[in-house]
Protein backbone atom coordinates (compact mmCIF):
# COMPACT_ATOMS: atom_id res chain seq x y z
CA UNK A 1 0.00 0.00 0.00
CA UNK A 2 2.81 2.05 0.40
CA UNK A 3 4.52 2.25 -2.48
CA UNK A 4 1.07 2.65 -4.44
CA UNK A 5 0.53 5.95 -1.98
CA UNK A 6 4.10 6.88 -3.44
CA UNK A 7 2.90 7.00 -6.82
CA UNK A 8 -0.08 8.77 -6.09
CA UNK A 9 -2.94 10.32 -3.83
CA UNK A 10 -3.97 7.33 -2.34
CA UNK A 11 -7.25 6.51 0.29
CA UNK A 12 -6.61 3.77 2.78
CA UNK A 13 -9.01 2.19 3.92
CA UNK A 14 -8.60 -0.52 6.35
CA UNK A 15 -9.78 -1.74 10.05
CA UNK A 16 -8.26 -0.29 13.40
CA UNK A 17 -4.71 -1.85 14.01
CA UNK A 18 -3.94 -3.11 10.62
CA UNK A 19 -1.07 -0.33 10.09
CA UNK A 20 -2.49 2.67 8.71
CA UNK A 21 0.04 5.02 10.68
CA UNK A 22 2.72 2.39 9.72
CA UNK A 23 2.01 2.97 6.11
CA UNK A 24 1.54 6.79 5.99
CA UNK A 25 5.38 6.75 8.22
CA UNK A 26 6.84 4.91 5.31
CA UNK A 27 5.38 7.10 2.66
CA UNK A 28 6.63 9.84 4.96
CA UNK A 29 9.93 8.51 5.17
CA UNK A 30 10.30 8.61 1.54
CA UNK A 31 8.73 11.72 0.42
CA UNK A 32 10.80 13.81 3.39
CA UNK A 33 14.06 11.65 1.75
CA UNK A 34 13.30 12.52 -1.73
CA UNK A 35 12.28 16.01 -0.97
CA UNK A 36 14.72 17.30 1.81
CA UNK A 37 13.88 20.77 1.46
CA UNK A 38 9.91 20.02 2.04
CA UNK A 39 7.41 19.09 5.06
CA UNK A 40 5.21 16.03 5.77
CA UNK A 41 2.50 17.09 7.41
CA UNK A 42 -0.15 14.59 9.28
CA UNK A 43 -3.86 16.32 10.11
CA UNK A 44 -5.71 14.32 13.07
CA UNK A 45 -9.52 15.97 13.84
CA UNK A 46 -8.37 16.06 17.95
CA UNK A 47 -5.60 17.22 20.21
CA UNK A 48 -5.32 13.52 21.58
CA UNK A 49 -5.01 11.80 18.55
CA UNK A 50 -2.87 14.78 17.54
CA UNK A 51 -0.46 13.96 20.15
CA UNK A 52 -1.05 10.55 19.59
CA UNK A 53 0.72 10.32 16.04
CA UNK A 54 3.40 12.52 17.17
CA UNK A 55 4.73 10.13 19.19
CA UNK A 56 4.06 7.32 16.90
CA UNK A 57 5.81 8.85 13.86
CA UNK A 58 9.32 10.64 16.23
CA UNK A 59 9.48 6.46 17.15
CA UNK A 60 9.28 5.43 13.46
CA UNK A 61 11.19 8.11 11.76
CA UNK A 62 14.81 8.21 12.03
CA UNK A 63 14.93 12.17 12.41
CA UNK A 64 16.16 14.55 14.49
CA UNK A 65 13.98 15.47 17.55
CA UNK A 66 13.91 19.24 16.81
CA UNK A 67 12.78 18.00 13.03
CA UNK A 68 9.41 17.76 14.94
CA UNK A 69 6.36 19.78 15.26
CA UNK A 70 2.76 19.35 17.00
CA UNK A 71 0.31 21.53 16.37
CA UNK A 72 -2.61 22.44 18.16
CA UNK A 73 -4.93 25.18 19.56
CA UNK A 74 -2.61 25.30 22.84
CA UNK A 75 -0.47 26.48 21.21
CA UNK A 76 -0.50 30.82 20.67
CA UNK A 77 -0.48 31.55 17.09
CA UNK A 78 3.18 32.79 17.54
CA UNK A 79 4.84 29.81 18.67
CA UNK A 80 3.13 28.27 15.55
CA UNK A 81 4.88 30.03 13.09
CA UNK A 82 7.96 28.67 13.45
CA UNK A 83 6.45 24.74 14.06
CA UNK A 84 5.61 25.42 10.32
CA UNK A 85 9.36 25.12 9.28
CA UNK A 86 9.57 21.69 10.64
CA UNK A 87 10.28 19.12 8.60
CA UNK A 88 7.19 16.73 10.14
CA UNK A 89 4.41 18.77 11.81
CA UNK A 90 1.35 17.06 12.90
CA UNK A 91 -1.70 19.02 13.55
CA UNK A 92 -5.32 19.42 13.85
CA UNK A 93 -7.15 20.72 11.06
CA UNK A 94 -8.42 23.78 12.46
CA UNK A 95 -5.24 25.39 13.42
CA UNK A 96 -3.56 24.53 10.11
CA UNK A 97 -7.04 26.58 8.24
CA UNK A 98 -6.27 29.46 10.45
CA UNK A 99 -2.62 29.19 9.72
CA UNK A 100 -2.96 28.69 6.17
CA UNK A 101 -5.51 31.75 5.97
CA UNK A 102 -2.92 34.01 7.93
CA UNK A 103 -0.39 32.93 5.33
CA UNK A 104 1.75 31.30 8.21
CA UNK A 105 2.15 28.33 5.82
CA UNK A 106 2.92 27.75 1.83
CA UNK A 107 0.84 24.79 0.91
CA UNK A 108 4.13 24.62 -2.01
CA UNK A 109 6.57 23.55 0.67
CA UNK A 110 4.66 20.25 1.52
CA UNK A 111 5.52 17.28 0.14
CA UNK A 112 3.39 14.70 1.45
CA UNK A 113 -0.30 16.20 3.38
CA UNK A 114 -2.01 12.90 5.03
CA UNK A 115 -5.62 13.20 6.59
CA UNK A 116 -6.42 10.98 9.23
CA UNK A 117 -10.15 9.84 9.75
CA UNK A 118 -10.10 11.26 6.11
CA UNK A 119 -14.09 9.54 5.75
CA UNK A 120 -14.85 13.35 8.06
CA UNK A 121 -14.29 15.22 4.60
CA UNK A 122 -17.30 16.40 3.73
CA UNK A 123 -19.39 19.87 3.66
CA UNK A 124 -17.65 22.43 5.53
CA UNK A 125 -15.25 20.66 7.80
CA UNK A 126 -11.61 21.72 7.64
CA UNK A 127 -10.25 18.89 5.75
CA UNK A 128 -12.34 19.63 2.75
CA UNK A 129 -11.11 23.34 2.13
CA UNK A 130 -7.80 22.24 3.11
CA UNK A 131 -8.04 19.05 0.18
CA UNK A 132 -9.08 21.82 -2.11
CA UNK A 133 -6.47 24.42 -1.37
CA UNK A 134 -3.93 21.65 -1.52
CA UNK A 135 -5.23 19.89 -4.61
CA UNK A 136 -4.07 22.74 -6.94
CA UNK A 137 -0.14 22.26 -5.37
CA UNK A 138 1.79 20.59 -8.61
CA UNK A 139 3.67 17.31 -7.39
CA UNK A 140 1.53 17.52 -3.85
CA UNK A 141 0.98 14.17 -2.62
CA UNK A 142 -1.90 13.39 -0.66
CA UNK A 143 -2.84 10.04 2.06
CA UNK A 144 -5.96 9.73 3.12
CA UNK A 145 -6.57 7.04 6.42
CA UNK A 146 -9.94 5.54 7.30
Same mark, same amino acid.
Request: charged fraction near 20%; charge should be positive.
Given at each position: &???????????????? +???????????????????????????????????? /? @??????????????????? +????? #? #????????? &??????????? #???????????????????? /?????? @???? @????? @????? /? +???? +???
Amino acid at each position: &MAQNALRSSTLVSIPT +GLGKSLIAALVAAKRLEQHREKHVVVLAPTRPLVEQ /H @YRTFRKLLRLDPDDFACVT +GQASP #D #DRSTAWSKR &MIVSTPQVFVN #DLISGKIDLASISLLVFDEA /HRAVGD @YAYT @YIGER @YGKVP /H +GLVL +GLT
